[in-house]
Nanobody
């Protein structure tokens, strides 16, 4: 069993940066792929980024490539999402999720465990 707690969201101006954290409990967290998703009001949950258990495979949605970086520190049971050059269209609730598999997990149904979400609002 894995429990996830998202944090780090907030209000930022366009062009600014935020770093989201996903803190996990559970002895086997380091063996899971972790993904970040986001959901804006009235829209479906959207894939943002994923990282495999060792951190040597990452994948990003085209809309965030070059601006967002996902990383993990298994010793701290934490995954991060560094978000730079934020745009108003990045505004959403961001969720981290953990799933079994080696990184290539891009759909919500690929993930078994979810954080509660953290709000990111980017003003223009």
């Amino acid at each position: 069993q894995v429990q996830l707690v998202d944090s780090g969201g907030g209000l930022v101006q366009a062009g600014g940066s935020l770093r989201l954290s996903c803190a996990a409990s559970g002895r086997t967290f380091s063996s899971y792929t972790v993904g970040w998703f986001r959901q804006a009001p009235g829209k479906e949950r959207q894939f943002v980024a994923a990282i495999n258990w060792s951190g040597d495979y990452t994948h990003y949605a085209d809309s965030v490539k070059g601006r967002f970086t996902i990383s993990r520190d298994n010793a701290k049971n934490t995954v991060y999402l560094q978000m730079n050059s934020l745009k108003p269209e990045d505004t959403a609730v961001y969720f981290c999720a953990a799933g079994a598999g080696n990184g290539r997990l891009y759909e919500p149904y690929d993930y078994s465990y979810w954080g509660q979400g953290t709000q990111v609002t980017v003003s223009s």
